[in-house]
Structure formats: structure tokens, C-alpha cells
């Protein structure tokens, strides 16, 4: 008899942005396939005799292939295993999930997904700035900002918010492209690293500034909210 994989998100940073749903499957988890997680002790909740599977995606080392993961879970589930499938953040927010699934339906396997507290939403607030705001900014958009040349800076430009994941390596040329498709050098910008850890850190500037307010700086994960809620600090506890 066939198992079942639960692709269940981690939350941003500590274990405490871990849902209850997620922590109680880890807990009755007999496979778990785990991605490069904010919080190592995420690991903690399953079982000794769980065995654990490392495939997450790190720069300069040898990581699993998409088609080697997908083929893990395929074959775990039909073993007839309990697997979970453990992502940062929420597993369909830049989570590489359709592949996955795509491969578990192909096999006629059964799966769930079980949503988790995306960085997106989560690093602004911990950082003091609202996603929206009656004056300030109304609407709000999500990107990856791994691939700039796959954007479209003037729609992206238009959004009174702009929270972008995975830009580290090109804040210059994020802010190059802001300005270029017409918004103001004097736009806030926050980044937010390793939010809701307690080595959280926040960096404020502008688009004109925040590069060299920066440098030299390792700036991964990080989290970047433009717009002009990026001036706002409320107190977060």
C-alpha cells in the first residue's frame, strides 16, 4: 500500500512561525525530505527512527537534482512511507513544488500541502513595516529577485510595494531598474536578514543609498521591502 507526502512550510526563522499542523506531522514523519532550513531545529520534532533526507539547494555545494528529489519522494511514498516534505517559508511561494507533484500524480500517489508563514509576508512585519497602509500603500507584489532580466520592471514599478526574496547578489540592479522605469532615487527600501531569528538584522536606506549602505555585507537570506511603508518602523515584540 502506497504512503503519502505532506509538503509542509516551515515558517520564516525560529521554530516558533511553525504551524501546529506542520509540527504534529513532523512529530508521526517516517521519511523526511528536507530543504536548507532557517532553523536546524526544525529537525528536532521528528521522530529518532525518521530517516532524513538532505536536498536542499546550496550555493558551492553538490546539491540533489530536481529530478533526483522527485524521484525520492516517488519512490519513499511507494514504499508505503509517511513522508514530509519540508520547506522554508510557505512551500508555494517560490517553492519548486509543481515538479514534485506533478511526479507523486504521474504515480497515482497521494499528497497535501499544509501552508506555512512565507517570508514575504512575515520579514516586513517583524522589521516594523506594514504590507499596506491606508496612505502609504495600498497594493503590494511578491518577487524572486534571483533572475532580474525575467521581471517586468515597468509593471513592477507601477506597485506601491515591492517585497522581493532571493535578490542578494542584485540589489544594485534592482535599484538600477526601479529608478530606470521611473521611480523616485528617494524610494525606502528595508532588507531584512535572517528575520525572525535572533541574529535578525535590518538595513534602511533608499534606493539611492541602500547599496552602499551595505557593502561588504552577506546578504542572504534577506528579504526587500520598497516602497514608502519602508520608512515606517513600527514596535514589534
Known amino acids: 500500500m502506497a504512503g503519502k507526502v505532506y ?43 525518521c530517516q532524513r533526507l538532505d536536498v536542499g539547494k546550496r550555493g558551492g555545494r ?4 530536481q529530478a533526483e528529489i522527485d524521484r525520492l519522494l516517488v519512490e519513499y511514498c511507494g514504499r508505503g512511507k509517511r513522508v514530509v516534505r519540508l520547506k522554508g517559508g510557505d512551500p508555494f511561494v517560490f517553492g519548486r513544488c509543481t515538479s514534485e507533484i506533478a511526479a507523486l500524480e504521474a504515480a497515482g500517489y497521494a499528497y497535501e500541502v499544509v501552508p ?8 516586513p512585519l517583524l522589521a516594523g513595516i506594514p504590507l499596506t497602509d491606508a496612505t502609504l500603500g495600498r497594493t503590494f507584489a511578491v518577487a524572486s529577485g534571483h533572475d532580474p ?16 526574496l532571493m535578490g542578494g547578489r542584485n ?38 543609498t541602500i547599496v552602499d549602505r551595505v ?16 520608512k515606517l518602523n513600527l514596535l514589534v515584540s
Request: proline content about 6%; some cysteine.
Open 62 to 65: 553538490v546539491s540533489p537534482s
Open 116 to 123: 506555512g508563514i512565507s517570508a514575504a509576508l512575515a520579514a
Open 171 to 208: 540589489l544594485e540592479t534592482i535599484c538600477d531598474r526601479l529608478v530606470r522605469c521611473g521611480r523616485s532615487p528617494q524610494t525606502p527600501i528595508a532588507i531584512v536578514k535572517w528575520a525572525g531569528r535572533p541574529e535578525q538584522t535590518v538595513w534602511r536606506g533608499t534606493l539611492e
Open 7 to 49: 509538503f509542509v512550510g516551515a515558517g520564516p526563522g525560529s521554530t516558533d512561525y511553525l504551524t501546529l499542523r506542520g509540527r504534529d506531522l513532523l512529530a508521526t514523519a517516517e521519511v523526511l525530505a528536507y530543504d536548507a532550513l532557517a532553523d536546524d531545529r526544525l529537525l528536532d520534532f521528528v521522530p529518532p527512527t
Open 215 to 230: 557593502a561588504g555585507e552577506k546578504l542572504s537570506p534577506t528579504v526587500m521591502a520598497i516602497g514608502e511603508v519602508a
Open 149 to 164: 532580466d525575467s521581471l517586468d520592471w515597468e509593471a513592477l514599478g507601477r506597485i506601491d510595494t515591492l517585497i522581493i
